[in-house]
Structures are given as structure tokens and as C-alpha cells.
């Protein structure tokens, strides 16, 4: 069974363990991980930040960005199908106390005149905007790439509103191997950035939060609070640093997949794909059954998700071959035909 239902579900690889096991480490909550400090410093050298900060989960990095940005009784504007409006347990509402703003986004995701659209005025019982989320590669989008003149365009919309950018990079690894970019284009538009380890470059656990010295000090003090400081966290930065140094290139494959995967289900009883810039491959239905669909390719080899009654999600990553995956692909092709045209047309 090949499992494409998330870049979270691949195992650490030998290598990995190996790292892990050999890492030094110390109470990064007392005085320090050395194994956290170098990674930290790692990751702030490659996005071209002052300075970086660990973190336990992307959520709780963009929670954390939330809280040092924006005053509650602030709103964030940000795409109406970003990850943070509909997987994060409304944090920004419940945690920094921020009303989250969705923004329709014209084409595929939010642009500039979208977010400019968007703005408030300044008057007296208006809300007051507090931040800015972008979100890049988009997840909801089918892994889109917004590219760096895009994120300076909503940067500067932002700044004439006087309020700062954060970006949900996730998958900003994606982004970078995709385009060939540098990661320090992407980031340069933005005020803070979160970066996931445990998606793409295949880590158990972490993200880390990377901007200014000052935005990184007063983050440190915010993940404290929410119980995310960690003690010998260099276990876990072995891991981050290992898919860092030894497994960003390997993305370049998941790619080359989403997207022989993608050419190969569009049409399928009428459905299609939308085309990955990455490694996710979004498959729109002609009509609701994307349960049908995820238990027919699942009877054929391959787990997905459902995204939508109408959108099922495919996601392409290390721990799949591909050999393995060209040998299920007509299969599951067929499959989702199959599904859909047994399945009821209405609804
Ligand atoms: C775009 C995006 N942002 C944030 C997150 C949250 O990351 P985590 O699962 O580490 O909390 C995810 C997770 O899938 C994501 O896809």
C-alpha cells in the first residue's frame, strides 16, 4: 500500500536515526541545545534571517508569528483557504485572540489586488488590521508556488496598511527545489517565516520560526509560554538538520511524480487535476464522490484523502518508489473512472 495521504507520514530514514542517536545535546530550556543552536543558525543562513527559533509543530510556529505580530482585537488577513483558516483549531481566535479575515482569492490563491480589495478603512469602528499570512507552496491550492515578486506585491500592500507579513512555509523547500530559486528570495518580502521539517524532508518532528533578532526574542518568550519550550530538543534537530543537509534534493523526485501522476488521472471519469507546481496533486470530481474514489484507488494500492466531497488530495514524498508508484498508476486511473461512475450523481 503506498500511502499519498500526507508528506507527514514518511519514516526517518536510517540516516536519520543515525544523527538522532549521535547527537549531542543539552537543556535548551536551562542553557542551551548546542545541536538546536546549529540548526537555528543553519536555518537562519539559508533563509537570510537574523536569527531562527525551533518549534515543535508549523502550528505552533504560525500560532507563535500570530501572537508577537498582531494585538488581539486585531485581524489577520490572509487566503480563505489557507492552512491556517481551516486546520488550526482557530488559534488565532482562541490562543492570540486576533479575528481571522478570509480572503477570496480570484485565481488560485490570494494576490495583491485581492488583499488590497480586501482592506478595511481606517474608520472609528473598523477593525484594525493586525498581520498579514501568506501561505507558499499553498496547500489547498495543490501545492501552488507563489513566486517572489508575487509575495513582494502583498508585502507592500500590507506595509501601506502599516502592518507586518508572516509567511506559512510549510513547504518552502518545495517551492525552492521547484522554482531553483534561493529560499532567501522567498523569504526576503516577509517579515517572519515558518518552516516545517516533518513534511517534505522527512523528519518526525518540528518546524522552526525565522525573521528578525527582535521577532525571534519575543517568539522565544511566546513558545515558552505555550509549553513549547524543549529540554534536549537536539535529538529532534539532528533529525531537522539531517533532512536538511541530505534529503531537500530528493523533493525534486516527489515533483517529477505528482506529476506523471497527475497527467495520468486527468480525464479519469471525467475528473481533473489541477496541474502541481510540487508534489500535491488536487484530482476535482464531476460531481461528489470523493469517498468512492478514496476507497476505490485505496481497493488498488493507494491511500488519499478526501479534501472536499468534490476534491481528493494525493501527496507525493520520499517514502514512495517509483517504480512502485509507475506500476499502480493505470490502476488507479482506472479506479477513480470506476468510482465515478458508479457513484450517484447528485449532491
Ligand atoms: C501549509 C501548512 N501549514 C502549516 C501546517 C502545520 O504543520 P504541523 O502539522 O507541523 O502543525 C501544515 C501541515 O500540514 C501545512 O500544510
Known sequence: MLDLRSD????????????????????DVLDGDPT???????????????????????????????????????????????????WELAGAAAVAGVQVRPVRASDAVMSAADLAAAARGR?????????????????GAGGRVSLPSALQAMADVAADLGIPVHLDGARLWNAHVATGLPLAAFVAPVDSVMVSFSKGLGAPVGAALAGSADFIARADRVRKRLGGGLRQSGVLAAAARYGLEHQLDT????HALARA?????????????????????????????????????????????????TRVRFVLHRDIPADALTALVPGVAEAVARALVGAPTSG
Do not use: F
Not at 12 to 20: K, Y
Not at 283 to 306: I, Y
Open 123 to 139: 474608520g472609528r469602528y473598523e477593525v484594525p488590521a493586525g498581520v498579514v499570512c501568506l501561505e507558499n507552496t499553498h496547500n
Open 261 to 309: 501522476l497527475a497527467s495520468a488521472l486527468d480525464g479519469a471519469g471525467g475528473a481533473r487535476v489541477v496541474p502541481p507546481d510540487t508534489n500535491i496533486v488536487m484530482l476535482d470530481l464531476p460531481h461528489a464522490a470523493a469517498d468512492e474514489v478514496v476507497a476505490a484507488v485505496s481497493a488498488v494500492g493507494v491511500r488519499a484523502s478526501v479534501w472536499s466531497t
Open 8 to 27: 507527514t507520514v514518511t519514516q526517518p530514514s536510517t540516516g536519520m536515526r543515525a544523527a538522532m542517536a549521535e547527537a549531542t545535546v543539552g537543556d
Open 36 to 86: 538546536t543552536r546549529a540548526l537555528e543558525s543553519r536555518v537562519a543562513e539559508l533563509l537570510g534571517t537574523e536569527a531562527a527559533l525551533y518549534v515543535p509543530s508549523g502550528t505552533m510556529g504560525n500560532l507563535i508569528a500570530l501572537c508577537v505580530h498582531a494585538r488581539p482585537g486585531t485581524e489577520v488577513l490572509l487566503d480563505a483557504e489557507s492552512h491556517i483558516v481551516h
Open 251 to 254: 523533493l525534486a523526485q516527489d
